[in-house]
């Protein structure tokens, strides 16, 4: 049975981040970087959705979207989100919160141009969040992004980027037997982070 307790973490927690997502990538079969993300309008009207992380630092976690999406709006508008890890085979899910940032272009660029062809069209051709009269529209679509940009050469498009969350806190969960769960969090304060138990 796997435990988590203040001795065996590491203080720093992209460091201890890093270490479960490595084992999330032994172990897992499906897309151990896919999480949720919890986004909110204005109002405080709350949404969520699972998006791929692309990579992280101390900078902060990374996704790409289409930047004219629904939670690409919400974020424009109130750029905080709250990210979701959930690793069943493993009984550890991992909470991040914090403010958001729009990745520069050349980053955004650098990561579109390792995408396969197909969805790069993709990404063109999907106006996302958007309503469509069809499928045949979305297809369509697609027939005349690919006569616009023959061959292999598709470029970022203009309405298209990467976020980056800046976590202000984590907390790493570790399911445990008769629900009593191990909860660690770590909340920024100053260039530290203070550790704190919270109940199950
Ligand atoms: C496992 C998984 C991974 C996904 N990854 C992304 C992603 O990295 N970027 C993205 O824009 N949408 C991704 N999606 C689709 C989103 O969940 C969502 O449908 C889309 O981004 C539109 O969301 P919005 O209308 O709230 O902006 C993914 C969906 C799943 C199920």
Not at 154 to 167: A, D, I, M, S, T
């Given at each position: 049975m796997r435990s988590l307790n203040e001795q065996e973490v590491d203080r720093n927690p992209f460091v201890q981040f890093q270490h479960w997502f490595d084992e999330a990538v032994r172990?897992?079969?499906?897309?151990?970087?896919?999480?949720?993300l919890a986004t909110s309008s204005p109002g405080g009207l709350p949404s969520a959705r699972m998006v791929l992380l692309k990579g992280f630092d101390e900078l902060g976690f990374l996704f790409f979207t289409n930047a004219e999406s629904r939670?690409?709006?919400e974020l424009h508008r109130n750029p905080h989100a709250a990210l979701l890890f959930y690793?069943?085979?493993?009984?550890?899910?991992?909470?991040?919160?914090?403010?958001v940032e729009a990745a520069s272009r050349?980053?955004?660029?650098?990561?579109?141009?390792?995408?396969?062809?197909?969805?790069?069209?993709?990404a063109w051709a999907s106006k996302q969040s958007s309503v469509i009269p069809g499928r045949e529209y979305l297809e369509e679509r697609v027939t005349r992004i690919k006569q616009q940009f023959p061959g292999n050469d598709?470029?970022?498009?203009?309405?298209?980027?990467?976020?980056?969350?800046?976590?202000a806190a984590f907390e790493f969960w570790q399911g445990?037997?008769?629900?009593?769960?191990?909860?660690?969090?770590?909340?920024r304060q100053g260039e530290g982070w203070v550790l704190e138990r919270l109940s199950p």
């Open positions: 172990v897992e079969t499906i897309e151990p970087n896919a999480m949720v939670k690409a709006e690793w069943g085979e493993l009984s550890r899910q991992v909470r991040i919160e914090g403010e050349d980053e955004s660029e650098e990561y579109f141009s390792t995408r396969p062809l197909e969805s790069r069209i993709g598709v470029p970022l498009p203009p309405f298209w980027g990467g976020f980056r969350v800046k976590p445990r037997e008769n629900r009593l769960h191990d909860r660690l969090r770590y909340s």
